[in-house]
Structure formats: structure tokens, C-alpha cells
């Protein structure tokens, strides 16, 4: 399996305006503390990440305990801007990617990329990474649970990841989130893979601490001081042994029976009632989704989707 860790651009935002070309005429627009940066051909997809990150990133500050401060968006209006904003190092699946640490994201056009998920939820991911790590203050978190906590955020669940965790898991076993720590596989299937992992992983720290939010755990995390000590407060036990408690946790929710795996029609019958089991186990789990969501906007939807984490 190939990992790969994100490289940190060097250069100062600035500088990666000027490495999309010389010829582009670049434009801004601001509201409050956000500001989307753009080429005119990608005015109507500014104005709509302006809109949403207007309405969300004041939200997700406010959840996580910290003061809002200004964050920059920039929307590459090519492949080769985008290779150089990002010094290549994004995946081809990957539309969007946030530096935390510099307050930017930066998005591929939906000029020149269909989004896998609504812009909505793009733009609420990579704003809640920066939201995290302000409200971190600090404290180091493993990739898997940056990752998490942003989808959570976003209302993401994707039948793609469903299936990729399904998968994995009955065709040799999980990711051990350890090697989620600083990096994720850069293959699309152990990505997807990877990103339900995240999500369960953090949605499982909620539930058994009974915190209940995303936000919530952030806050703390940064509490705590350290990222061990916050899973020691909030779970009794130590990072290894909630990792464990974790990935046994997700065996239990996405492992078929052998049996289902091969063409032995004997077991046919039992073979339903047990595909009918998984199924209600896993709308339980999306109806606790929908819980956490219940008091927050949806948001916007438009289909055209550390320190740094591609989306």
C-alpha cells in the first residue's frame, strides 16, 4: 500500500496567486473574516464559497471555543494553477485541501472537476481544519481524527466509503489507525477506505465518552493539553487501547460472514436475515448522524470534493 506524506508549501500565499500564471487576472471578494480569491471565469463558484463559508466558519469557530480570524480560499481555475498552489501534492481524486496552520484552502474549479460530494460539504470540511486546529490550541491530533472530526462537521457519509470499509475489512482487515497518524494512502479505494475509518473512529470516541459532537471533542482535546491525555479523560484508558476498542468496534459493524462472500446457496436464508442485520445496524448509525446534525443548517448543496488534508 502506498502512503505518502503531504509536503508544507514553502512559499508565502502570495507567491501561489503568482505560480497559477502571469497571465491570470486574479479577484477577490470578502465577508467578514473570509476571503475567496479567483479568477473571473470562476466568479458565480466564488460567490457561492463565499456564501457558505460566511455562514459555516463563524459556526464552527464558535463550536469549537475559539475566536473567529481571518481565512483565505483560493479557487484554482486549472489543473496545472492547482499542481502549483499545491506543490503536487494532492491526489487526482482530491478537490479540495486545507493548510490549517496558514488559514487557506485551496479548491479545484468545478469548471474543471465534477465534485464527488455538494460544494456545501467541501467547503465545511476544509474550513472545520482550520477550525480544529485553532481549537487544538495546540495539542498534536493523528490524521484520523482531523479527518474525522471534519466530516462530522460536514454531514458527510458516503455509500462509497460504506463500501470500500466492507471491503477492506473482508478482504484482510482495517487500516490500523496508527498508520492514519500523519498520512492517508494515496490509492483511491484504501483513501475511501481510510476516510470511514476516520469517521467511525471519531463518531465512536463520541459515543463511548459520551461527549456527543465533534466540536465538543475538539474543545476537549485542547483542554487536555495533549492528545493521549484527551482520550484518557474522555475514555479512561490510554490512545492504544481506544484505538483497539475502535477498530474491534468497526469489524463488529462492517463484517460480512464468510459465507456471504462465496456462492454457497445452503445458507441463503440465514444470508438474508443477516444482510437485513447489517442494514439496520447501519441506519442506526446514520440516524445518530442525523442526531448530531438535528440543530444545524444543512449545508448549501451545488454539485460541482494537515498541516495539510486534501478532500
Avoid: C
Avoid at 486546529?133 to 466509503?161: D, N, Q
Avoid at 482535546?221 to 484527551?230: K, L, N, P
Avoid at 475514555?235 to 462492517?254: I, K
Avoid at 439496520?280 to 448530531?292: E, N, P
Wanted: glycine share 10%.
Amino acid at each position: 500500500m502506498t502512503r505518502w506524506k503531504v509536503a508544507a508549501l514553502l512559499a508565502v500565499p502570495a507567491l501561489l496567486l503568482a505560480g497559477a500564471g502571469p497571465g491570470t487576472a486574479w479577484e477577490s471578494l470578502s465577508s467578514g473574516f473570509i476571503t475567496v480569491e479567483h479568477a473571473p471565469e470562476d466568479e458565480l463558484a466564488a460567490r457561492r464559497v463565499l456564501e457558505i463559508a460566511s455562514e459555516a466558519a463563524p459556526r464552527l469557530h464558535r463550536d469549537m471555543g475559539v475566536e473567529p480570524a481571518p481565512i483565505r480560499l483560493q479557487i484554482a481555475p486549472d489543473e496545472t494553477a492547482f499542481r502549483d498552489m499545491t506543490s503536487g501534492s494532492v491526489p487526482e481524486w482530491g478537490v479540495g485541501v486545507a493548510y490549517p496552520s496558514r488559514a487557506l484552502i485551496v479548491l479545484r474549479s468545478p469548471r474543471i472537476v465534477e465534485y464527488p460530494l455538494a460544494l456545501g460539504q467541501i467547503v465545511v470540511h476544509e474550513l472545520a481544519h482550520v477550525a480544529a486546529h485553532r481549537g487544538l490550541r495546540g495539542v498534536r491530533a493523528p490524521r484520523w481524527f482531523h479527518e474525522g472530526v471534519a466530516m462530522m462537521s460536514a454531514g458527510e457519509w458516503r455509500l462509497g466509503s460504506l463500501d470500500a470499509m466492507v471491503a477492506r475489512i473482508g478482504g484482510g482487515g482495517t487500516i490500523p489507525l496508527a498508520e492514519l497518524d500523519t498520512s492517508f494512502p494515496y490509492d483511491t479505494s484504501d483513501a475511501s477506505a481510510a476516510y470511514a475509518e476516520s469517521f467511525f473512529a471519531v463518531d465512536y470516541l463520541a459515543e463511548v465518552s459520551g461527549v456527543g459532537t465533534a466540536p465538543d471533542l475538539v474543545r476537549a482535546m485542547g483542554a487536555a493539553g495533549s492528545f493521549d491525555e484527551g482520550v484518557r479523560m474522555l475514555t479512561g484508558g490510554g490512545q492504544d487501547e481506544f484505538e483497539r476498542n475502535a477498530v474491534a468496534a468497526m469489524r463488529r459493524s462492517f463484517t460480512l460472514p464468510l459465507f456471504l462472500r462465496t456462492g454457497d446457496f445452503l445458507f441463503l436464508g440465514l444470508a438474508v436475515l443477516v444482510v437485513v442485520a447489517l442494514v439496520l445496524r447501519l441506519r442506526t448509525r446514520r440516524r445518530r448522524m442525523a442526531d448530531l446534525a438535528e440543530n444545524r443548517d444543512e449545508p448549501p448543496r451545488w454539485k460541482p470534493g494537515s498541516d495539510s488534508a486534501w478532500h
